[in-house]
């Protein structure tokens, strides 16, 4: 009986270890997504669109949450003049998260097969 209860519990703890990991891939992806989308709003090319989504990745591992991605972000269409406001890219951001999500569940069942 013990041996099951430890069996379950240890299968508990890689359930949530997979869930966190698929959660922060799944975020990671919908920066890249995000800075993909700008990088189009800013007319970049790819080499700089590559550059572009490097930093946007880098900017959300300085806090936790999204206030540093979107602070940067914000700079950056500031800088450029670009016409989009807080609200379209936390509208972007919500919109490409189950996007991001669907891609990572993807490659993960890919990866375990």
């Known amino acids: 009986m013990a041996d099951r209860f430890r069996d379950r519990e240890k299968g508990e703890e890689l ?9 922060f891939k799944a975020e990671s992806r919908r ?7 700008l990088a189009r709003k ?3 090319t790819s080499d700089e669109t590559g550059a572009y989504v490097k930093e946007v990745l880098a900017s ?3 806090e936790p949450g ?4 979107i602070r940067k972000v914000m700079k950056d269409i500031e ?3 670009a016409d989009i406001s807080e609200d ?7 919109r490409l998260f189950p996007v991001a999500l669907e891609q ?3 490659s993960f069942k890919s990866d375990t097969v």
């Open 31 to 37: 920066n890249r997504l995000l800075g993909e989308w």
């Open 60 to 62: 959300d591992l300085e």
């Open 88 to 94: 379209e890219v936390r509208a972007e951001m919500e």
């Open 104 to 106: 990572v569940k993807e």
């Open 42 to 44: 800013f007319g970049m």
């Open 66 to 69: 999204v206030d540093d991605l």
């Open 79 to 81: 800088d450029r003049g």
């Open 15 to 23: 359930r949530y270890e997979i869930e966190q990991e698929i959660q």
